[in-house]
């Protein structure tokens, strides 16, 4: 019986050619991109997840609020791990990691700038399970001055990675570092990257207040996480309170597998996915393989006319209704699995490019061949019934007498469901059109507003070598002797990366320095800051090199921190800073200038309050250099000429400021990119079934078409006369889809400090183009029946 089933539908899909194939191309293309989404969000939901404890891995974060500010930071500050491991049993191991390890990296004539580089705790792998290729991770990082690296460098130094234990290569001004061990090349969906683990300095023991690295602690077996989260509240009064004062403040546990989708901290390691794209797009996924099944629905409801008679055959002969049931879901069933065949071809071929789109490196049969099969033959059966089962219960619920005249009866209610489902199909494409807009003027509002500085012909770089940076002021002058260069500029810690530092300082209030401190970003610029960077000043002076006392006593601020603290005349107020001497145990400095307001970081966040203090000898290792526009390659080369002069035996590598501020929106770029492309299949597959409605309806009323044309209907007649029920309910789509998608994009922008407005010229123009694609779609059969002879019309049956 069951092969019979399979031989009626094969030659029932050779019967209707056209119509098979919209349904084969539509689900087809449904299912292609529900396997990458479903790709996708698998690879996003799978990040830690390899660790062996991954379930009792937590990131220690804090934030803190107080009357003029607040932060919520994924940075800590070297005493939080020892002293959470001391005072908490729960916590089996505190592990530490510094992102400032990177640099140049010698071995023999061989040179490799490495700006992943971590310093970290000797016990991380007893936390995290990176697996060796060489080595002892029990002992790997126990001594100073030793060196983890990555299979990948390791072939870069040695060419064979075996070749790499035990070596000695030098970083930071000939500091030799052995190398330990060599682990794999880490898995992609890791929020912790790197290319190489450096031993912790043992001097590495900065105040409670600098939040320079990041804490994560293995809890024992059986900890309820929540319990010691709010017994670790106590962490504050017996350890910062003294110092920061009474402000509120909370201690976070974060588990590991929640960071890269769910953690929006400032100074994240990494940057992060978004739980809310996973949740959309796997929405998304959904919707495009429902669209196409919706496709087969209409089409096999619309065309029961034309079985009405076989059923009533059937019947006559002695059919069950659950033998017609069984015959008409096989035909989806063999019908989606040819889908699923060109399915597999279509994500295979189409796969490289969301790759691109994406930035991930997904392939196909990532999960295994047997279970990527078996996942695709559960869609075939999921799709094939999703699509079938309402056809099939509809076309056999035929009374037999009726059947066999030919009439269907009432198909009043057949139609009401089949335009609700196109106005569906329309609800979500319109809702898809208007957030790819949304997202794509977003993007454009980030690259062109104004930060506060001139980002053009910006060029930064860093310099690694301590004897390089002592000679910046001659480096600099170098620099500006070439007509090519209008700036020079030496910083401590660069903008547009969303790591600049912060610090805590007191501020003076009342005409009196304040015992509390409150943290506040920092950047270490020296005295051609604002200039190279045409930052304008809007009280006082800028750093004078001809003062000594500008170097460790002088800060400029920023008028958001004036704002906040109140001052009517921040000239000369006093700001001071902890230090970790008992003898001085804070720096103090003046204000003698206020910026105007500028980003330091993507748009994401508010421009916060901002202390800039001189940069001077060591600290001074990054430089920004103004360019003329017209001559950037002849410029690059002088800037590379004066780098080797200086540090011949390094590479000159550089960024554009430009290009730094845009990477931070790299991951809402390839969001959006994504939804446009499902965008655009949804559409496609859309208008497929439009299109076999449209030709349908048209084979069904020909001689009426034909009729109408004798008594002087014109071929806008025609065309209007099929158009007019499908373009209404492209307007019944709009305005359903239209609160929808402001809803969903409202949310989407309150990510943003600063956004957009969405007008109604958006909306409009999604509803719009919806309805030309859509009548561009049912034009091409209506005008195709109408300019048909109608005598040829007149003779059909």
Aim: charged fraction near 20%; include cysteine; aromatic fraction near 12%.
């Amino acid at each position: 019986m069951l092969k019979n089933h399979f031989k009626i539908a094969f030659r029932n899909l050779l019967k209707n050619k056209v119509f098979s194939v919209i349904n084969l191309l539509g689900l087809a293309v449904g299912l292609a991109a529900f396997w990458m989404i479903g790709l996708y969000v698998a690879d996003e939901l799978s990040y830690d997840r390899f660790h062996e404890n991954s379930d009792r891995i937590y990131r220690v974060t804090h934030e803190a609020s107080w009357e003029t500010g607040q932060f919520k930071t994924a940075l800590t500050s070297a005493p939080y791990a020892p002293t959470l491991k001391k005072d908490y049993p729960e916590i089996e191991q505190a592990v530490r990691f510094a992102p400032e390890g990177g640099g140049l990296i010698q071995r023999g004539k061989t040179q490799l700038r490495v700006n992943d580089m971590i310093f970290t705790d000797g016990n991380v792998f007893q936390v995290f399970q990176f697996p060796f290729l060489y080595g002892d991770p029990k002992t790997a990082l126990n001594k100073p001055n030793s060196l983890v690296i990555t299979e990948q460098l390791a072939t870069k130094l040695f060419g064979d990675p075996a070749k790499a234990l035990n070596q000695t290569v030098y970083l930071d001004n000939n500091l030799g570092n052995v190398i330990t061990g060599v682990l794999q090349d880490l898995p992609t969906n890791s929020h912790l990257q790197f290319s190489a683990l450096r031993s912790m300095p043992a001097n590495f023991t900065d105040g409670w207040q600098n939040f320079n690295l990041y804490t994560y602690v293995l809890l024992r077996p059986n900890t309820d996480a929540v319990a010691f989260e709010k017994k670790i509240q106590r962490f504050f009064p017996d350890h910062l309170l003294q110092e920061m004062g009474k402000v509120n403040y909370q201690l976070n546990l974060q588990p590991l597998v929640d960071i890269h989708l769910h953690s929006h901290l400032s100074f994240e390691m990494s940057a992060n996915g978004d739980g809310t794209y996973v949740l959309v797009f796997s929405i998304v996924a959904v919707l495009v393989l429902l669209i196409a099944a919706i496709n087969y629905m209409n089409l096999s409801t619309a065309r029961s006319s034309l079985r009405v008679r076989e059923v009533g055959v059937r019947k006559a002969i002695g059919s069950e209704r659950n033998q017609l049931v069984s015959l008409f879901l096989a035909e989806s069933l063999l019908l989606s699995l040819f889908a699923a065949i060109l399915g597999i071809l279509l994500t295979e071929l189409l796969l490289p490019f969301f790759n691109t789109f994406s930035g991930k490196e997904l392939s196909l049969w990532q999960f295994g061949v047997l279970p990527s099969l078996g996942f695709l033959v559960f869609f075939c059966l999921l799709t094939g019934l999703l699509s079938g089962t309402y056809p099939a219960l509809f076309l056999s619920g035929f009374r037999t007498i009726p059947a066999l005249k030919g009439q269907l009866g009432s198909s009043a209610t057949n139609k009401r469901f089949r335009q609700s489902l196109v106005t569906f199909q329309f609800v979500i494409t319109i809702s898809m059109l208007v957030g790819s807009a949304v997202i794509y003027q977003q993007m454009h509002y980030t690259a062109t507003k104004d930060l506060g500085f001139n980002r053009e012909q910006i060029l930064s770089f860093h310099i690694d070598k301590m004897e390089v940076r002592k000679h910046i002021s001659a480096f600099k002058e170098q620099l500006l002797k070439s007509p090519l260069i209008t700036g020079a500029a030496a910083v401590g810690n660069p903008i547009g990366n969303n790591n600049i530092g912060s610090r805590g300082y007191h501020f003076e209030t009342n005409g009196k320095v304040s015992d509390a401190s409150m943290m506040m970003q920092r950047l270490d610029a020296d005295e051609d800051f604002l200039t190279t960077m045409e930052i304008p000043l809007v009280a006082g002076r800028n750093f004078d090199k001809n003062r000594e006392t500008d170097v460790t006593q002088a800060v400029l601020v920023n008028e958001t921190l004036v704002k906040k603290l109140g001052w009517k005349d921040p000239i000369g107020k006093i700001v001071e800073a902890n230090t970790e001497d008992s003898e001085s145990p804070r720096l103090h400095f003046q204000v003698i200038g206020v910026v105007k307001d500028f980003h330091t970081y993507s748009l994401q966040h508010t421009i916060e309050p901002l202390v800039i203090q001189r940069a001077f000898g060591t600290q001074q290792d990054n430089l920004y250099v103004r360019i003329r526009p017209e001559h950037t390659e002849a410029a690059l080369a002088y800037i590379q000429k004066v780098y080797q002069q200086f540090d011949p035996a390094s590479d000159f590598e550089y960024s554009f400021l430009d290009q730094n501020f845009a990477h931070q929106y790299e991951s809402e770029q390839k969001q959006g990119q994504l939804l446009l492309t499902f965008t655009i299949l949804t559409i496609f597959i859309a208008c497929l079934g439009l299109f076999g409605l449209v030709t349908f309806t048209a084979e069904q009323r020909t001689k009426e078409i034909g009729i109408r044309k004798v008594l002087g209907a014109s071929v806008p007649n025609i065309v209007g006369m099929l158009s007019k029920d499908f373009m209404l309910l492209v307007g019944i789509a709009a305005l359903v889809a239209f609160p929808l998608a402001w809803y969903a994009m409202h949310r989407w922008l309150e990510d943003f400090a600063y956004r957009i407005e969405m007008h109604w010229w958006v909306f409009a123009g999604a509803g719009l183009v919806a309805l030309l694609i859509a009548l561009l779609t049912i034009s091409t059969q209506a005008i195709r029946a109408a300019t048909a002879n109608p005598v040829r019309s007149l003779k059909s049956e």
